[in-house]
Every structure is written in structure tokens, then in C-alpha cells.
């Protein structure tokens, strides 16, 4: 029996004692980020694929990987046990999976942190039509089966100075502010990592390719910010850049400050907002104002200081870009040069820039046939060299303190 067989029968053996008879396990971590750390690779732990997106519905007997056209050729090439077959992902092939393979009233679990309130709003709607109970968990049962998980990442939040942020944090509360003073409310939750990163001037390392700040936060029509993360992550530093008007609490204690807001008006975000939040704040009797978390279009609305670092951030990027492609016309046709090889050597040319601090994405570097496979990233096993009457295809970008690039050729 193989490893991961292993892991699925003892993940079927926690959702018999939950009494359910199915699991929903989706890409995702409680802040709904697509780029996650090792603790939160659940679907590649239980299965190999390293997409990121899909969806793993476990029941006593079958199991599915549902993937979306991005992935269809790399989750068949990864899954590595016959446990599980990949399927195209929509809620009406998910719910005529389950009606197939499930009988009538039983219970699919989920964990509540790990899908937006958007999301189960769907998934409740068509599976309940479909004569099956959909329940939330409060255990993470992949976690519970998981015997040595990787650890979680405790490095500190980093200050992003105004020179190239061109506002500062106190003014953007105060603009978020006043936009819940607008909507008649009282306060604001956020839970999406960016947002808060943008709020605060602050950037953080706990996952790759996304310098986000793994926290979640109340901002209050006054102009008050309760931040709730891993205080090990914040800096004597970091409280003194964001001020006296921002206090910081353990993640433990955002559960208590939810159940205070009986008779408020409370802002949300459904679409980003995990489901147990929705539930905590209903549970309190808060008024829920449903909108689109106001972050999201002053992060969009770039002042004068962040369109000249996008700017000159692309600028030192091309050069980096102008160097690989010389390099490569040069040593692609003898094929001397690896698809890693060749990413390497672009890694090497960005890291020579002022600024650069890490890749946007892995890069797809992909020659002949693996060029098809839309999110394609060599590994020591695929790796295929350029020769010839060849197709070459990358796609890669870098993360600058000014800037964000993303380049396909």
C-alpha cells in the first residue's frame, strides 16, 4: 500500500467518526490565498497535484480531484494513486459526482475556514437539492491524519517605507474609514492577506511568490485597527511604523472580538471572508453588510508614486529578460540548455536588479508538448532540453519593492 493510500484511509476513518460519510477538501488556506504554505498543501499531501486550484471530494468508497482546464493534463500526470480520478471542476459536475456516488441525506463535511461564505452559499444550495446534507466540521480532519505536518512560518513582518508606497498607512485607514462611515456601518472585517499588507505598509514571507501578511483585521468607522496574527511576527519596529491606532492581538482572540458585535453594523466581504467568520458573526446577531471589500479598489487605484515604481520595476525586469533571451538564442539550439537550466539562468539575470526580491510565480518553462500544459513547471523528472525546431514557452516574473512583473514569450 502506498503512502498516500494510507493517508485516505485514515482521512475516511476520521469522517466515519464525525459521522458524515463525505469530505470536501479544497486549494486553500483560512485566508483564501492562492500561493500556500507547506502546512496548508493538503490536496498535494493527499495526492501529489500541485495545482493552484481544485477541489478533493472524499466518500467512503471513491475520491475525486476536481481541477479547471489549467490543470487537466498536470493533475493526471501528478495524482499518484489510482484512489482518485480527475474531473472537470464546476458546482454541476461536483454535485452530479456526489448524487452518483452518495445516497440520500448523507452529510459532506468542510472545514469552514477553508471556503469563502460566497462559496457555501453555492455549494449548500445545489447539494441540498440534490438530497445530501452539507455540514461544517470544527476539526480540520486532513490535520488530524497528518502525522508530522510542516511547521508554520514565524518570520517577521517587514516595514514597507512611504518612498515606495506613496501614502501612509494612516491615511489609507483613515480612506477605508470613512467608506465604512459611508455605508452606515461600524466596522470592517478583513481577511485577505493583500488588503492588510497594503493597509499597513508592511509585507511578510510566509509563503512564496505573494509578500502578504498572513493576518486578519476589524477596522473600526474611527479609524481603529484590530490585527489578529502571530504576535511572534511583529516588531517593535512594525507596531512603531503603524502607530498607536493599530493594536495587535494573537489569532485566538478573533473568534472573542466577533461575538462582541451584537447590533452592529458589520462589513464583509463574501467572496473573501471564510465561512466561519459568517457564521461567528451571525451567530452574534451582527447586522451583515454584504460588499466588496473597499481595499480592493484603492489597492487597484495606483497614486503617482506607485505607477512610477510599476514602471521603472518593468524597466529592470526587461533588462533582466533581454540578457535570457540573448543567452538563450545563443545556447537554445544546441541543446545544451534544460528547461530548468533555463530558469535558473533567468532567476540569475533577475537577482542581478536593484530591488528584486523573489519570484512572482514559478516560472513555466516548458519546451515541445509540456508548452500545452497551461501551469507547467519542470521538476528533475520532466525536465526536457531546447534543441532545434523546438517551442519554447516561459512565462515567469519577478518581485520588486516598487513593482510586480509578469512576462510571457
Request: glycine share 6%.
Amino acid at each position: 500500500m502506498q503512502p498516500r493510500e494510507i493517508y485516505l484511509r485514515d482521512l475516511r476513518q476520521e469522517i466515519k467518526r464525525e459521522g458524515a460519510q463525505g469530505l470536501l477538501i479544497p486549494h486553500a488556506d483560512c485566508f483564501q490565498s492562492e500561493n500556500l504554505g507547506e502546512r496548508d498543501q493538503h490536496l498535494w499531501w493527499l495526492t501529489g497535484f500541485t495545482g493552484s486550484a481544485g477541489l478533493l471530494i472524499v466518500l467512503p468508497s471513491v475520491a475525486a480531484l476536481f481541477v479547471d482546464g489549467r490543470y487537466t493534463l498536470q493533475a493526471m500526470q501528478q495524482v499518484q494513486t489510482q484512489e482518485y480520478s480527475v474531473e472537470p471542476y464546476s458546482v454541476k459536475n461536483i454535485v452530479h459526482w456526489l448524487k452518483h456516488h452518495s445516497q440520500k441525506e448523507d452529510i459532506i463535511l468542510y472545514d469552514p475556514w477553508l471556503h469563502t461564505a460566497h462559496q457555501i452559499k453555492n455549494y449548500e444550495r445545489k447539494i441540498t437539492e440534490a438530497g445530501l446534507i452539507l455540514q461544517p466540521c470544527d476539526r480540520n480532519l486532513v490535520q488530524q491524519v497528518w502525522t508530522d505536518p510542516p511547521k508554520e512560518s514565524q518570520k517577521p513582518f517587514k516595514v514597507h517605507p512611504l518612498k515606495w508606497t506613496g501614502k501612509s498607512s494612516k491615511e489609507k485607514i483613515k480612506q477605508i474609514a470613512q467608506t465604512i462611515k459611508d455605508q452606515n456601518c461600524t466596522q470592517l472585517v478583513i481577511t485577505d492577506p493583500c488588503s492588510l499588507a497594503w493597509l499597513l505598509n508592511l509585507r511578510g514571507e510566509d509563503v512564496p511568490y505573494t509578500p502578504d501578511c498572513r493576518a486578519f483585521a476589524i477596522l473600526d468607522h474611527s479609524a481603529a485597527v484590530k490585527v489578529f496574527t502571530d504576535l511572534r511576527k511583529v516588531t517593535e519596529e512594525v507596531k512603531t511604523a503603524c502607530g498607536k491606532e493599530v493594536l495587535w492581538y494573537d489569532f485566538g482572540q478573533f473568534s472573542k472580538f466577533l461575538e462582541q458585535t451584537a447590533g452592529q453594523c458589520v462589513m464583509m466581504d463574501p467572496l473573501q471572508v471564510p465561512q466561519k467568520v459568517f457564521i461567528e458573526l451571525s451567530k452574534a446577531k451582527a447586522s451583515l453588510l454584504e460588499r466588496s471589500d473597499p481595499c480592493l479598489l484603492a489597492r487597484a487605484l495606483k497614486n503617482s508614486c506607485e505607477q512610477e515604481g510599476a514602471r521603472t520595476a518593468h524597466q529592470r525586469d526587461g533588462v533582466a529578460m533581454v540578457h535570457f533571451l540573448a543567452w538563450l538564442s545563443e545556447q537554445g539550439q544546441d541543446q545544451r540548455v534544460s528547461e530548468i537550466g533555463a530558469c535558473e539562468y533567468l532567476h540569475q539575470q533577475r537577482r542581478a536588479q536593484p530591488y528584486f526580491q523573489g519570484e512572482s510565480f514559478p516560472t513555466i518553462s516548458g519546451v515541445g508538448p509540456h508548452g500545452a500544459i497551461v501551469h507547467y513547471t519542470p521538476t528533475p523528472e520532466t525536465n526536457a532540453y531546447l534543441g532545434p525546431n523546438s517551442i519554447y514557452l516561459v512565462d515567469s516574473g519577478g518581485q520588486y519593492y516598487d513593482g510586480t512583473t509578469d512576462v510571457t514569450r
